[in-house]
């Protein structure tokens, strides 16, 4: 079945410093997500990627998918202590008319210590 | 609140009791999903709906879980003979088709099995 992974597992910076977390697929996927928890939270949405290559950026956070469509990064420039929660990217399949499945496949999420 | 409500929040319960979770999902939504999220672990894919229709159930469902959604709008996710290797958050999300793809997850409804 489809396999989603991520790395690192853990990742400790100072304030400050930069951040990227990886995500890669056992197979080509239709789009991908990526969310934020926060300690005792839930899962927060934050992009969805589609297309093969593509960046998009969010203030401090650039997110690209691979040209495979099979991996992608999430990459925080200078941290600051509300980035701290856990990164979970998801993809999800298509069938061949387009139409994305409903299942997202999560990896197993980076978790993010800023210390100040 | 007009977002994704799960009751209840914590159930904690003896091995072999039956649990029933709810889920309510935003109004508009015509997607429903429920995932397992143990510590350290994503978010796993249990089920989901497309209105009442159940449209996939992963294989790793053993037959004591079973979810409904009758009229295409809450949902309830049923856990029966639970296991202590139940214990975990259950995590109902809902979404638009047309839209982004974007979930909404509820609070949880984190279950303990003694």
């Known amino acids: 079945g489809q396999q989603v992974m991520q790395i690192p597992q853990y990742q400790h910076v100072q304030e400050g410093e930069d951040f990227t977390t990886y995500c890669n697929s056992s197979?080509?996927?239709?789009?991908i997500q990526w969310y934020k928890q926060r300690p005792g939270g839930h899962p927060v949405f934050l992009i969805q990627?589609?297309?093969?290559?593509e960046v998009k950026k969010q203030k401090r956070l650039t997110f690209q998918f691979g040209e495979a469509k099979k991996n992608s990064s999430l990459h925080i420039t200078a941290t600051q202590t509300t980035d701290v929660g856990t990164y979970f990217c998801?993809?999800?399949?298509?069938?061949?008319?387009?139409?994305?499945?409903?299942?997202?496949?999560f990896g197993q999420g980076t978790i993010l210590t800023v210390h100040p | 609140d007009t977002g994704v409500s799960q009751d209840p929040r914590h159930k904690i319960t003896k091995r072999g009791q039956n649990v029933t979770f709810r889920c309510d999902p935003i109004?508009?939504?015509?997607?429903l999903y429920w995932y397992r999220q143990t510590l350290g672990q994503g978010p796993e894919f249990l089920t989901y709906f497309q209105n009442e229709a159940q449209l996939e159930k992963s294989r790793l469902l053993s037959d004591r879980f079973s979810a409904e959604r009758p009229k295409g709008s809450f949902s309830t996710l049923e856990i029966q003979r639970t296991e202590q290797g139940d214990s975990a958050m259950y995590l109902c999300a809902s979404s638009l088709i047309s839209n982004t793809g974007e979930l909404f997850f509820g609070e949880g409804s984190r279950l303990t099995v003694l």
């Open positions: 197979t080509t996927l239709s789009n």
């Open positions: 109004s508009e939504h015509n997607r």
């Open positions: 990627l589609v297309k093969s290559g």
């Open positions: 998801a993809g999800s399949l298509s069938n061949a008319g387009g139409t994305s499945y409903g299942k997202l496949t």
